[in-house]
């Protein structure tokens, strides 16, 4: 019997560490993404999310541990060749080149592609999910607002339909209607059969969205449960989610 | 005033040939962040190249562009593959400012073993040719050197603006990452960035072969005038390097008409300090990447 799409893991990380040079900052990751989900990790700064999702694009690799994506190990590959099976990473910091056009740079999504054609339908698909590709088409990517940005990134990201989407807190420097919008699209990517894995510092919103999500401490997987048991933990809820300044001294106290 | 004219003219036509050259320099530091002080010695080069083909083989020097171009850029390609891309760290602008600098005496110590340090030039038979525009003297080498510094570097913005790979290069300058993270692969942008900058020496190397007499050491000169174009120009920016080098162009040859040729080098360097006080970012540079 054929295993249900929904449940089978897409993404499975086991004790996974990675860093730059001796220090290691992942510390034995374990991490599980099911295919059509999405996955929220949420944690303190220096926890080591984004170095999570670097490891996932091969941007870093992993000193030890298996990062296996649809049944294959991929810590060796490079990062192209994650590109290749499906693995698209939106990083933390702004990413468009600024003065490409909006369209220029939604191209630059399909820069593995060699079919003009396929190229130029994608970009029409992904202008129909973000309308702003079609309406700012000509501006330059630097003139547009920090979320009309983002939407931009989305927009690029979808060019290759990848498999796994990796987002790195999306909605950072944000306003709270452009943070809403970005939301709003990273739930429309999952409900398209895409699986999504969303670091994210504003935790309320990311678990809000996530099938799933898991609480990062110190290079480690500390809490996992669905988005909404994460939510309703009030460990979690106090550490986290607009934690009281006790409850933020308390945290540091515990990981020093 | 026709002698402040036909001075305009001659800046003109002459700063169109060290826009081309500037303008690899510039890409060359835009895409790598590598201050390519070889940049003289590949014109000076592309010089001897050139000087090669015409005595040995009686091949025209606007002709022999077609062979200089293709050689240099091969040569640039191998150049930063083998000495530009191994470099790592912090430290690799300071690293590969020596690198281009020994390349520079690499070539220089080549060129005087081959040629000796006498000063040469390529005089076709067309070289003292002028036309007679309007009361105003035109050099006919001048003004082909001029036209074909404006068609390659034309090809050079088609190449960047209209093609996959010149997205490529742009996109690595501007957010190098964003770019790895799309499948760009940066080695393979760097060594043909590397290689088109080279490519630009040889054919700006051509023709300063006809306009000045040169030996092995003149790019030691040659570098001090592009550093100031691509400074001030703003570093990083093809469109401020071309602008740049009209500028110094024109007030180089204005001052050595109305003043003394002595002044005209130290010109050049008045004009970027005067540029540099009022805009630090020089006339085009940008406040953050991107400016290609």
Known sequence: MAADPTTTSLLELTGVTAGYGAGLILKG???????????????????????????????????GGTVVFDGEDIGKLSSRDRLQRGIVHV?????????????????????????????????????????????????????????????????????????LILLDEPSIGLDPKSRTSVFASISTLASD???????????????????????????????????????????????????????????????? | MHAFIQAVILGILTGGVYALMASGQTLIFGIMKVVNLAQGALVVLGAYLTYTLFTQLGIDPFLSILITTPLLFLVGVA??????????????AQLSLLVTFAIALGIEGVLSFAYSATLTNVQPSYANFSWTVLGYQVSLVRFVAFVLSLVMLGALYFILQRTKFGRSVRATVQNPMSAQLLGVNANRVSALGFG?????????GSVFGMLNSFNPGSHYDLISRLLTIVVLGGLGSIGGSVVAALVMGVASSVVSALASPIWSDFTFFIVLLLVLLIRPRGLFGARTRGAL
Not at chain 1, 91 to 120: K, Y
Not at chain 1, 209 to 231: D, F, I, Y
Request: glycine share 10%; charged share 20%.
């Open chain 1, 29 to 63: 990751v374990d991490l599980s993404v099911a295919r059509g989900q999405i996955v929220c990790l949420i944690g303190p700064n220096g926890a080591g999310k984004s170095t999570v999702l670097k490891t996932v694009s091969g941007l870093l690799r992993n000193a």
């Open chain 1, 193 to 256: 059969g895409r699986t999504v894995l969303l670091v994210e510092q504003n935790a309320r919103s990311g678990l809000a969205v996530a099938h799933k999500a898991a609480v990062l401490e110190t290079g480690r997987v500390a809490l996992t449960g669905t988005g909404q048991s994460l939510l309703d933990d009030p460990e979690v809820a106090r550490l986290y989610l607009g934690a009281s300044a006790q409850g933020r001294a308390e945290s540091l106290a515990k990981s020093v």
């Open chain 2, 196 to 204: 088109l900058g080279a490519a630009t020496a040889a054919a700006a």
């Open chain 2, 79 to 92: 150049v930063q593959w083998a000495l530009l891309r191994p470099l790592h760290g912090d430290d690799v």
């Open chain 1, 91 to 163: 990083p933390q910091d702004r990413s468009l080149f600024p003065t490409m056009t909006v369209w220029e740079n939604v191209v630059m999504g399909a820069f593995i592609l060699s079919d003009q054609a396929l190229i130029r339908r994608r970009v029409e698909e992904v202008a129909e999910i973000f309308p702003i590709v079609a309406k700012r088409r000509t501006a330059a990517a630097g003139s547009l607002s920090g979320g009309e940005q983002k939407q931009v990134e989305l927009a690029r990201s979808l060019m290759l339909d990848p498999a």
